[in-house]
């Protein structure tokens, strides 16, 4: 609990970003600030590989040379769990038997390097991400971050543990049944599991490669959502790759409807301080404007039993059966019982299970059919280090209570802090809805978080009051013009015929490019490329209400499209895009960067 240490420095996404763009601190000082924090630290093992500070050092000095605007993590530390490739980093999986050298960044740390995010360092995790209690590793156990006697959850231990501690702002973890959740409750952080393949999982050690995706842990709801639409889009590396964009963050919705499960069938193992920071959690909610409503946890329940009885465990067994056979002694104990049961299933057990899933998969829709989210304990109770020793599978099993079944049924999910109890151990929350609901859950979540006025991570750091949304309705839908639309030119006219409203001007993310179209009145056309390959290009963002912008649509003549664009800042917004095939005679004007400039 170092309060003490840089509590009055800007701690979040948001604020050290904001901080590097106004030259207060220079992202050279906040990645010398991270070494030095490290370093008095001192837990050996929340890095299984720490990158050279000079070489660090180096990359943010270079980081000068580039538009702040156009960076969405500008100058931001980032540690990476170690079972994710990033160039210039062993990665291990925490199997020193396992370890290779990757060729070059998985594609989600490509993006975050060119959203200007530093990465420094490799992160422990229980072994082939194979644990919610983070004590499996051969490179050690780090040290819960808000009381050093708790597990400090896992499978994403090192990287929980590196941003409850204050060590960095941002770290990716996975989750495949709990792995970006558990540990961010015990250590009073903000877990995010996205929709499945929103996140590309090209150059990850698979667990599940079914059900794998990428986690983001962070301080803030708001500095997660930002990370993890920095990451989003489909990814031809990846087949389990999907088109899933965040969409905008919005107001508290009037009428929103929360899932609870029925009287008696929540589970807390006896720990009923646990039981009483659920119950407090249910009447913020209440206060907050929300609806309760009960539905059946129990099929909720079966589904989870599926995940570690059924046959998800050869997917396991696949990624080590070579070591198994090999090398057996190189993997933890643990590890070796449970993922040698995968090698016994069969094709049979493989469909029954399935057929079973999809059944369950149908309760779970309907349970959606009139609830917006479920909000669920993230875990049902905490345990210390020497507990999970004494008793290592079933406690861990009773850790995924609320987690095993959620990637089984293609559920986003959100674990945000709720409580700090009487005993300091931390309590926390998770909101669930059906895949592509990221965007809601993030717009109720930050509010909810908010409104506990907890300190974010274990430094004692007050919250930041929300920052306003860009919305300016709730009827309002925002949209991207970036040529003859602008205001002052030519078409500009037909959105105020329709009532539209100049929001701001901004800048898109360096992913797209410009072309002049030979069309009458002269426009131009803006096509995404591969992140970080292309210009950040001027825009102006306007607001319609649903029906004027139902009808500007619908108005738009070929080769222009409507489609999701992403913002420096990270933001996507519907906006202009032309279709590719027209631009054989266009003229590349991405160097100007931006329409008006290649106007005048």
């Given at each position: 609990?170092?309060?003490?240490?840089?509590?009055e420095?800007?701690?979040?996404?948001?604020?050290?970003?904001?901080?590097?763009?106004?030259?207060?601190v220079?992202?050279?000082?906040?990645?010398a600030?991270?070494?030095?924090?490290?370093?008095?630290?001192n837990?050996p093992?929340?890095?299984i590989?720490?990158?050279?500070?000079?070489?660090?050092?180096?990359?943010a000095?270079?980081l000068a040379?580039?538009?702040?605007?156009?960076?969405?993590?500008?100058?931001?530390?980032v540690?990476?769990k170690?079972n994710?490739?990033?160039?210039?980093?062993p990665?291990?999986?925490?199997?020193?038997?396992?370890?290779?050298?990757?060729a070059?960044?998985?594609t989600?740390?490509?993006?975050?390097?060119?959203?200007?995010?530093?990465?420094?360092?490799?992160?422990?995790?229980?072994?082939?991400?194979?644990?919610?209690?983070?004590v499996?590793s051969?490179y050690?156990?780090?040290?819960n971050?808000?009381?050093?006697?708790?597990?400090?959850?896992?499978?994403?231990?090192?990287?929980?543990?590196?941003?409850?501690?204050?060590l960095?702002?941002?770290?990716?973890?996975?989750?495949?049944?709990?792995?970006?959740?558990?540990p961010?409750m015990?250590?009073?952080?903000?877990?995010?599991?996205?929709?499945?393949?929103m996140i590309?999982?090209?150059?990850?050690v698979?667990?599940?490669?079914?059900?794998?995706?990428?986690s983001?842990?962070?301080?803030t709801?708001?500095?997660a959502?930002?990370?993890l639409s920095?990451?989003?889009?489909?990814?031809?590396?990846?087949p389990?790759?999907?088109?899933?964009?965040?969409?905008?963050?919005?107001?508290?919705?009037?009428?929103?409807?929360?899932?609870?499960?029925?009287?008696?069938?929540?589970?807390?193992f006896?720990?009923?301080?646990?039981?009483?920071?659920y119950?407090?959690?249910?009447?913020?909610?209440?206060?907050?404007?929300a609806?309760l409503?009960e539905?059946?946890l129990?099929?909720?329940?079966?589904?989870?039993?599926?995940?570690?009885?059924?046959?998800?465990?050869?997917?396991?067994?696949?990624?080590?059966?070579n070591?198994?056979?090999?090398?057996p002694d190189?993997?933890?104990?643990?590890?070796?019982e449970?993922t040698?049961?995968?090698a016994?299933?069969t094709?049979?057990?493989?469909?029954s299970?399935?057929?079973r899933?999809?059944g369950?998969?149908?309760?779970?829709?309907?349970?959606f059919?009139?609830?917006?989210?479920?909000?669920?304990p993230?875990?049902?109770?905490?345990?210390t280090?020497?507990?999970?020793?004494?008793?290592?599978?079933?406690?861990?099993s009773?850790?995924?209570?609320?987690?095993?079944?959620?990637?089984?049924?293609?559920?986003?999910?959100?674990?945000?802090?709720?409580?700090?109890?009487?005993?300091?151990?931390?309590?926390?929350i998770t909101?669930?809805?059906?895949?592509g609901?990221?965007?809601?859950?993030?717009?109720i979540?930050?509010?909810?978080?908010?409104d506990?006025?907890?300190t974010?991570?274990?430094?004692?750091?007050?919250?930041a009051p929300?920052?306003?949304?860009?919305?300016?309705?709730i009827d309002?839908?925002?949209?991207a013009v970036?040529g003859?639309?602008?205001s002052?030119?030519?078409?500009n006219?037909?959105?105020?015929a329709?009532?539209?409203?100049?929001i701001?001007a901004?800048?898109?993310a360096?992913?797209?490019k410009?072309?002049a179209?030979k069309?009458?009145?002269?426009?131009?056309?803006?096509l995404r490329v591969?992140?970080g390959?292309?210009?950040?290009?001027?825009?102006?963002?306007?607001?319609l209400?649903s029906?004027?912008?139902?009808?500007?649509?619908?108005a738009?003549?070929?080769?222009?499209?409507?489609g999701?664009?992403?913002?420096a800042?990270?933001?996507?917004?519907?906006?202009?895009?032309?279709e590719?095939e027209?631009l054989g005679?266009?003229r590349?004007?991405?160097?100007?960067g931006?329409?008006?400039?290649?106007?005048a």
């Amino acid at each position: 609990m170092r309060a003490e240490m840089g509590a009055e420095q800007p701690e979040t996404i948001a604020a050290l970003v904001a901080a590097h763009r106004a030259g207060t601190v220079t992202p050279v000082q906040t990645i010398a600030r991270t070494y030095q924090r490290i370093r008095d630290h001192n837990d050996p093992a929340v890095f299984i590989s720490l990158r050279d500070e000079k070489d660090a050092i180096a990359e943010a000095e270079k980081l000068a040379a580039k538009d702040a605007a156009s960076l969405p993590l500008y100058g931001i530390p980032v540690a990476v769990k170690d079972n994710i490739d990033a160039l210039g980093f062993p990665t291990t999986a925490a199997c020193p038997a396992f370890s290779y050298t990757p060729a070059h960044d998985s594609t989600a740390v490509g993006r975050l390097r060119a959203a200007g995010a530093i990465i420094i360092g490799k992160t422990n995790l229980d072994q082939f991400a194979t644990g919610l209690v983070g004590v499996r590793s051969p490179y050690g156990i780090p040290k819960n971050s808000i009381r050093e006697d708790l597990i400090p959850g896992g499978s994403s231990s090192g990287s929980a543990t590196a941003v409850g501690a204050g060590l960095v702002p941002l770290s990716l973890g996975t989750d495949t049944a709990g792995s970006g959740r558990v540990p961010a409750m015990l250590n009073n952080i903000v877990g995010l599991k996205p929709s499945l393949g929103m996140i590309s999982t090209a150059g990850l050690v698979p667990a599940c490669r079914t059900l794998d995706c990428i986690s983001v842990f962070a301080l803030t709801v708001d500095d997660a959502a930002l990370a993890l639409s920095v990451m989003t889009g489909p990814d031809q590396a990846d087949p389990f790759s999907r088109d899933r964009p965040l969409g905008a963050i919005t107001p508290f919705p009037a009428n929103l409807r929360l899932g609870v499960p029925r009287n008696g069938q929540l589970i807390f193992f006896g720990d009923k301080k646990a039981e009483a920071a659920y119950a407090d959690a249910l009447k913020r909610w209440t206060s907050l404007g929300a609806t309760l409503v009960e539905f059946d946890l129990e099929p909720f329940y079966e589904t989870a039993r599926l995940l570690y009885e059924g046959p998800w465990v050869a997917e396991r067994y696949l990624v080590i059966k070579n070591l198994l056979a090999s090398a057996p002694d190189s993997i933890h104990p643990v590890t070796r019982e449970i993922t040698a049961a995968g090698a016994r299933l069969t094709a049979a057990d493989t469909f029954s299970a399935l057929y079973r899933l999809q059944g369950l998969r149908k309760i779970a829709e309907r349970t959606f059919t009139n609830i917006d989210a479920l909000v669920l304990p993230t875990a049902p109770t905490a345990y210390t280090t020497a507990q999970v020793l004494a008793n290592p599978i079933e406690l861990n099993s009773r850790l995924g209570t609320y987690t095993n079944f959620v990637n089984l049924l293609d559920l986003s999910g959100l674990a945000i802090p709720a409580a700090m109890r009487a005993d300091g151990i931390p309590f926390g929350i998770t909101l669930l809805a059906p895949a592509g609901r990221d965007a809601l859950l993030a717009s109720i979540g930050r509010v909810f978080h908010a409104d506990t006025k907890l300190t974010v991570g274990a430094n004692g750091v007050a919250q930041a009051p929300l920052a306003p949304l860009a919305a300016s309705g709730i009827d309002e839908i925002p949209i991207a013009v970036v040529g003859a639309h602008l205001s002052g030119m030519a078409l500009n006219g037909e959105l105020k015929a329709l009532n539209g409203k100049l929001i701001e001007a901004t800048k898109t993310a360096p992913d797209y490019k410009l072309y002049a179209l030979k069309t009458t009145p002269p426009k131009p056309g803006m096509l995404r490329v591969e992140a970080g390959t292309g210009a950040s290009i001027e825009l102006e963002i306007w607001s319609l209400s649903s029906s004027a912008f139902g009808k500007f649509v619908n108005a738009i003549p070929a080769p222009m499209a409507i489609g999701t664009i992403r913002l420096a800042d990270g933001r996507s917004v519907k906006g202009f895009l032309v279709e590719p095939e027209v631009l054989g005679e266009a003229r590349d004007i991405t160097a100007y960067g931006g329409w008006r400039k290649f106007m005048a």
